[in-house]
Every structure is written in C-alpha cells, then in structure tokens.
C-alpha cells in the first residue's frame, strides 16, 4: 500500500507592522502563504523577509513554524500521489540549494492592490511562490501560475480542503536551527542587500 502524501498550504495572519499593513489595504485577515509537504508543519517554505529586523531584506525562506507563534492561521492539506509528492520535494530541494538566486518581487506587491501580476524571473511574492507550486504538481487545482490570485481568492479555492483554523499551535520540539529569522545581523549589511535586491529586481524586470 502506497504511502499518503499530501502538500499543505498555511495561510497566516502574521504580528509584524507589515502584516496589519497588508491587512488593513487588502481589507482581508489572512496576510502571508506557505506550503509543506511535511506531515507536523516543521519545514515551511515562502517568500518572506529574512530577518525578523529588516522588513525589505526577503526572498525565498525555508521557514520555522516558531516564526508562526500567536499567529492565527487556516490550514488546508490537499492529497497528492507519489510522483507529484517527489516531483515537489526535489523541486524544492533545488531552490533550497540556490536560494540566494531568489528575491522577493516587490514590484507584483506593489501592483497587489490593483490585481495586477508582474513576472520576474526568480522572484515571487508569497502568494506567487505558493501559486507556482500548486498549478505545476496539484493538477487536480486546475490554477493557472500566470493568472493573478489573491490570498483570498486561494482561501476559497481550497475552502474544501481545510483541516485547521486558529491559533498556530507550536510543537515544544521545534527550533530555529535552519531558520536565521532571529539573526542580528549588523544593520549596514541588511540595508546593503536591501538596495542590492531592489536593483536586482530592476534589472531583472527590464531584461524581462
């Protein structure tokens, strides 16, 4: 008998500024998306900010549940077979290997509040990234990675597919161990790849 698989999406309405920022312009109380394809919720990717301290300092993350604690969340699993499972897992394990090839796109977080999507090469918002994953390997979704989804449109399509709402519940167990987000790195060095990213992104987009 074949093992289940499934892959996990976790919306969040985090505690930063940036979070309630997000909410009160989109008027929705979900503010942030990762996917998992572990069972327990230990390994979380996204794109998110880096670091706890520098807001725009953010690209691809593979996330600690801690960075969750005292969040609200709604978590769907969404059953999967054992090729696309693979498909997802070696996938993600390529861009765990070239993360820093991966910036946060804050043009398309911009356009968000006009329902527009910009395509950048190795950038992605959170919803973006979380789109990516399901239109190439959950087929059963029929999502479309060019077409642009809010966090509320998503919350709808996978509405039948929710096992939790509530309070992140923090397994005791967890650590921080591949996870920098508490990093106090000195603030000259975020801010230097803050202004690198953006020009990055500016680059990328008029290659584009």
């Known amino acids: 008998m074949s093992k289940e698989r499934n892959i996990y999406v976790m919306l969040s309405a985090t505690e930063l500024k940036t ?7 989109t008027r929705y109380k979900y503010n942030h998306v990762s996917i998992s394809i572990d069972n327990e919720l230990k390994y979380l990717y996204s794109f998110s900010r880096l670091y706890k301290r520098t807001t725009l300092y953010a690209g691809l993350v593979k996330e600690s549940a801690l960075r969750y604690k005292d969040s609200k969340v709604k978590i769907y699993k969404i059953p999967i077979d054992n090729y ?11 861009l765990d290997h070239s993360k820093n090839k991966y910036i946060y796109n804050f043009l398309s977080a911009f356009f968000f509040l006009f329902h527009k999507k910009i395509n950048i090469d190795k950038s992605y918002t959170c919803i973006e990234f979380c789109i990516l994953i399901l239109s190439r390997y959950v087929k059963v ?5 060019n077409k642009f989804y809010s966090i509320k449109d998503l919350d709808k399509i996978l509405s039948k597919y929710l096992i939790f709402k509530g309070d992140f519940y923090i ?3 967890l650590s921080w161990d591949y996870d920098d987000y ?9 801010y ?9 992104l500016i680059y990328r987009f008029v290659k584009y």
């Open 84 to 94: 696309s499972y693979k498909k997802i897992k070696r996938y993600l394990n390529i």
């Open 192 to 200: 230097f790849n803050v202004v690198k990213n953006i020009f990055i």
């Open 171 to 173: 397994n005791k167990s």
């Open 19 to 25: 979070g309630k920022l997000i909410r009160f312009f």
């Open 182 to 190: 508490l990093d106090n790195n000195h603030i000259l060095y975020n």
């Open 141 to 145: 979704l029929n999502l479309d990675e």
